[in-house]
Nanobody, 126 residues
Framework: QVQLVESGGGLVQPGGSLRLSCAAS????????MGWFRHNLGKEREFVAA????????NYAKSVTGRFTISRDNAKTTLFLQMNSLKPEDTAAYYC???????????????????WGQGTQVTVSS
């Protein structure tokens, strides 16, 4: 069993930055693929970024490429999402997830994730 707890969300002005954290606990969590997704009411959960267990591979949605950076600290079993140059369209609830399979294109789809956190709200508004 894996537990995930996100933090770091809040209200920020357009052009600002936020750093989300996801504290993970459970067996073998440092050996799993992890990712960030976001969700707004009435829409499907949207892929944001994913990272392999050893940080050697990452992938980003086109909408956040060049602005967001995913990283992880396996010693502390924590996942991060550094978000810069935030836009109003980045407003959403952000969720971290664990995919127990090997990093692949499957890791870019929410239905392939096995565990989720409770989410943290990010609001970008002036």
């Amino acid at each position: 069993q894996v537990q995930l707890v996100e933090s770091g969300g809040g209200l920020v002005q357009p052009g600002g930055s936020l750093r989300l954290s996801c504290a993970a606990s459970g067996r073998n969590v440092s050996s799993y693929t992890m990712g960030w997704f976001r969700h707004n009411l009435g829409k499907e959960r949207e892929f944001v970024a994913a990272i392999s267990w050893d940080s050697s591979q990452t992938n980003y949605a086109k909408s956040v490429t060049g602005r967001f950076t995913i990283s992880r600290d396996n010693a502390k079993t924590t996942l991060f999402l550094q978000m810069n140059s935030l836009k109003p369209e980045d407003t959403a609830a952000y969720y971290c997830g664990v995919d127990r399979s090997i990093y692949s294109r499957r890791s870019f789809r929410a239905e392939n994730y096995d565990y989720w956190g409770q989410g943290t709200q990010v609001t970008v508004s002036s």
